[in-house]
């Protein structure tokens, strides 16, 4: 026999997106899904901006690794809370692993949430872990092409950070053609060019999680 | 990788549906695939044999259908497919603006059938 199902297959995962959302939400804590290729410097400019925004605002970090701590206990030595997820193999968090994360955080004290993903361009992009916004972090040693050639991502999310800006005089990448491809189907892509080495550019990003804070928590 | 996930979703949902109707033998799978998800259906075929090895549900063929990615231009709002070799500067074939197309379809994935006995 025929059955009509006509259902969404990640609909699970949506609904605990969704339960978190609204705990969120009733919390006020702005939560961010972070993402990136292995490599990119996701972990470095966490730990950078956990740094210089400790004074201002209070942050807490969940880490999506498929093995290791190292990572949360580099964003620990920040001062900040952290708590590691491991995915075993998984090439993405989901709701359900964040849910049984967030149990180990005080949320009470939280205004800002970053949720660092796996390294990887695809999957995460499906799976929404009940965050307000994906931001994708590219750097400039992969290649101005990756919008174009990953354009789930780059089109689900808020923000783009172009980190790396300093080593831009040794590689070919063209800051425009990387910004115009994910413009294409995401016209209100926010792009940052930072490097969290030097420094350079972090100032933007900064006023703009100051800013969306404000919107979640004070607003 | 992430179809692994998926084809695991994918059979929550069959199992339910099979119950509900009181069937056992799984024969046929009809899902929609977004051009923008990412899908690769012989990998999804190969998640879901596995989740099903040794079970009723094991010899299910799925059927994976594309859902062509759609685009609205925000310019002229006119509705167009683009040229799936130009795939992100996509220019409207109307007004030929280059940026700021809304997704009108492209991103979904859903199961649409099962035929089961």
Known sequence: ?219 | MHELSIAQSLLDIIKEEMAKNNVTKLLKVKIKYGQLSAIVPEALQTAFKVLTADTPLEHAKIIAEEVPLRARCRKCKKEFTPDPDEFVIIYCPYCKAEFGHEIISGKELIIEEIEAE
Request: glycine share 6%.
């Open chain 1, 1 to 219: 026999m025929q059955i009509q199902v006509v259902r969404n297959i990640l609909e699970a995962n949506e609904r605990i997106a969704q339960e978190l959302k609204d705990k969120f939400l009733a919390q006020k804590v702005l939560v961010l899904n972070l993402m990136s290729s292995p490599g990119a410097g996701k972990t470095t400019l966490l730990e950078r901006t956990l740094i210089d925004l400790k004074d201002d605002l209070k942050m807490a970090v969940i880490e999506g690794d498929v093995q290791t701590n190292n990572d949360a206990l580099r964003v620990a030595a920040t001062g900040v809370q952290a708590v590691q997820i491991n995915t075993d193999g998984g090439c993405h968090l989901d709701s359900s692993m964040v849910l049984e994360a967030i149990d180990k955080i005080d949320l009470e004290h939280v205004e800002l949430l970053f949720i660092e993903n796996v390294g990887n361009l695809v999957c995460p992009a499906e799976f929404t872990v009940g965050e307000d916004y994906k931001i994708t972090i590219l750097s400039v040693t992969e290649g101005d092409d990756k919008p174009e050639k990953y354009p789930l991502i780059f089109a689900e999310s808020k923000v783009m950070l172009l980190n790396k800006i300093d080593l831009l005089p040794y590689v070919d990448f063209n800051l425009q053609r990387a910004s115009n491809f994910a413009k294409s189907l995401n016209p209100e892509i926010e792009i940052f060019p930072v490097s969290a080495k030097t420094g350079e550019g972090l100032d933007d990003w900064y006023q703009w999680l100051k800013k969306e804070v404000e919107k979640k928590v004070r607003g």
